[in-house]
């Protein structure tokens, strides 16, 4: 018996969006190193650029294209340069997401004084929440449609969506992006029951909090060395007492993509959070 235990994408082409940032640069980093063809979707191309150059300088293969997930002229384009580039895609991360302060009441729960003093769930407007809930569901709804059109050949193809901790438990302050996450979740097990019969798998990763130089802001004070109060919650919540790496995720990432290792594995959400969902407080 031969047992594949590195992951090997060699002759495929993957497709990420959202691939400028943080997070999806280093996945798309993980798939050109597993042998990839790797084509960076994000609305800002210079960083996307910047990504695929350091691809190639390692000696791997990416291409930089601007996309912008909420317009479907502008996903259709994106497609349409990757197959004729890098040819048809054979994995799609739908990364894109986030969220934004028009989204985000000021404190965790909602007492009567605030109103008129803060910004409450009343002071929330529609666009704003909108945005939010588009950026990190209805974007990647409008990708999968698009590219899953090249995964319709009867092989081996996967799509894997980002999800989140706020999938399981919505997180204070943020009810558009928690509200996303979780249908996130919800639509990756409609997929996979969907596309079962086409070979496509569909899957999701759920990172926890991870501490990145975008995040560090959220968990420590402006001197960047005494914690927040939030920091402290995220803590105690989390058995294993840490914050999580991006470079973390990129084994699960690499597995879920790669047939030979996961090939019977769809439907599933996957919790990289150091225990944070599995932890009930007592």
């Known amino acids: 018996m031969t047992y594949h235990l590195q992951a090997d994408l060699r002759g495929r082409v993957a497709t990420v969006t959202g691939a400028g940032g943080i997070l999806c640069s280093e996945m798309s980093r993980a798939l050109a190193a597993a042998g990839a063809r790797v084509a960076l979707l994000d609305i800002n191309e210079e960083a996307a650029r910047k990504v695929a150059?350091?691809?190639?300088?390692?000696?791997?293969?990416?291409?930089?294209?601007?996309c912008d997930i909420l317009k479907e002229e502008s996903i259709r384009?994106?497609?349409?340069?990757?197959?004729?580039?890098?040819?048809?895609?054979?994995?799609l991360i739908n990364g894109a997401g986030g969220n934004h302060p028009r989204a985000t009441t000021v404190s965790e729960v909602f007492e009567k004084e605030q109103l008129g003093r803060e910004k409450t769930f009343f002071d929330l407007d529609e666009a704003g929440f909108r945005f939010v809930f588009d950026i990190n569901f209805t974007g990647m709804f409008l990708v999968t449609k698009e590219f899953a059109k090249d995964m319709l050949d009867g092989g081996s193809n996967c799509i894997l969506n980002i999800a989140s901790v706020n999938t399981y438990l919505p997180l204070t302050k943020i009810p558009a992006y928690a509200a996303a996450k979780e249908a996130v979740g919800n639509f990756t097990k409609w997929l996979a029951t969907y596309f079962s019969q086409t070979g496509i798998r569909v899957n999701a990763i759920a990172p926890g909090f991870l501490l990145t130089h975008q995040t560090k802001p959220l968990f420590y004070e402006a001197d960047g060395v005494t914690p927040t109060g939030r920091l402290g919650k995220i803590l105690r919540g989390t058995p294993m007492g840490r914050l999580g790496r991006p470079e973390e995720l990129l084994g699960a990432v690499l597995f879920l993509c790669d047939e030979k290792m996961s090939g019977f594995i769809t439907g599933a959400v996957l919790p990289i959070d150091g225990g944070y969902t599995a932890y009930s407080g007592v």
């Open 53 to 66: 150059e350091e691809i190639a300088a390692e000696g791997g293969t990416a291409i930089a294209v601007r």
């Open 77 to 91: 384009e994106a497609r349409e340069i990757v197959r004729e580039t890098l040819g048809s895609t054979s994995i």
